[in-house]
Nanobody
Framework: VQLVESGGGLVQAGDSLRLSCTPS??????MGWYRQAPGKQRELVAL????????NYADSVKGRFTISRDNAKNTMYLQMNSLKPEDTAVYYC??????WGRGTQVTVSS
């Protein structure tokens, strides 16, 4: 299963973005978002269960980011509000049993 991320871009601090992730085949598995900033290790941002009933977030994004999914559309989302320059990274979608995608770049200017 391939994962395709979209929705990244260049924004200013305080702005919002919504990322999307669509698996290449219909997939109902736990999913999540990771990010990797230049010179840093990839880190977990948020996770969501197969049915979407439970979520988990990194402390650094709690209260600002919201992970969700629409299984009917086979798509997962990451709504990012109140973006900060330290949120700048390549954001990757994760799904159990899937191959990492290319990611989508998010750049937040101060």
């Amino acid at each position: 299963v391939q994962l395709v991320e979209s929705g990244g871009g260049l924004v200013q601090a305080g702005d919002s973005l919504r990322l999307s992730c669509t698996p290449s085949t219909f997939s109902i598995t736990p999913m999540g978002w990771y990010r990797q900033a230049p010179g840093k290790q990839r880190e977990l941002v948020a996770l969501i269960t197969s049915g979407g009933g439970s979520t988990n977030y990194a402390d650094s994004v709690k209260g600002r980011f919201t992970i969700s999914r629409d299984n009917a559309k086979n798509t997962m989302y990451l709504q990012m509000n109140s973006l900060k320059p330290e949120d700048t990274a390549v954001y990757y979608c994760y799904a159990v049993g899937a191959t990492w995608g290319r990611g989508t770049q998010v750049t937040v200017s101060s």
